[in-house]
């Protein structure tokens, strides 16, 4: 609702691929805080000093669900972005629908892999390589929207170089990603 009265006031909050990455990753990110927020609330003192035990094992399974979150996020983020960006009404309604099913495909995966046949360490290394195969995906994406806002801007300001509105520098730093 809001994007849509924001645009109907000429706003565009989200301009890309870019923010799309951003906005779904904020978004994964934040569901991981609270859900981790949740589990250490339910955890019985008890068990405490057996957490203490566990240490950085534990600690990096809440780090890996946290980035795991992130990832899943920014690639719903990127359907989102990209439906807003479709010219046909099919891309606007097939967009956020391959970004949600892209991030569940993700996230199947990413279960499977890490919960087959564990064995201890096995596991967590299994786990690693299911959220990083996404998060390339994720990186292309980001390096392909940085790309065209470096066209952008070079198409924008390339002529502004010449009256003296931005200097060289200016324009090849804001060129550089």
Do not use: C
């Not at 859900?35 to 008890?46: M, Q």
């Not at 795991?68 to 606007?92: E, H, K, N, P, Y």
């Amino acid at each position: 609702g809001l994007i849509v009265h924001g645009r109907s006031r000429g706003y565009n909050e989200l301009n890309g691929l870019m923010d799309g990455v951003v906005y779904g990753a904020s978004g994964g990110l934040g569901f991981a805080t609270g859900l981790a927020f949740v589990r250490e609330l339910l955890v019985p003192t008890s068990s405490v000093a057996n957490l203490a035990v566990q240490g950085a094992a534990r600690y990096g399974e809440i780090g890996l669900v946290g980035l795991s979150d992130g990832v899943f996020g920014a690639l719903m983020g990127i359907g989102f972005a990209a439906a807003l960006q479709a010219r046909s009404s099919g891309g606007r309604l097939l967009a956020p629908v391959a970004g949600f099913v892209a991030a569940a495909a993700a996230h199947a995966t990413y279960d499977y892999i890490g919960k087959a046949d564990s064995l201890g360490d096995a596991g967590m290394l299994r786990k690693w390589i299911a959220i990083l195969l996404p998060v390339v995906v994720v990186i292309a994406v980001v390096f392909v929207a940085l790309s065209r806002e470096n066209s952008a801007i070079a198409e924008e300001l390339g002529t502004e170089a010449d009256t003296g509105a931005v200097t060289s520098d200016e324009l090849a730093t804001l060129q550089s990603f």
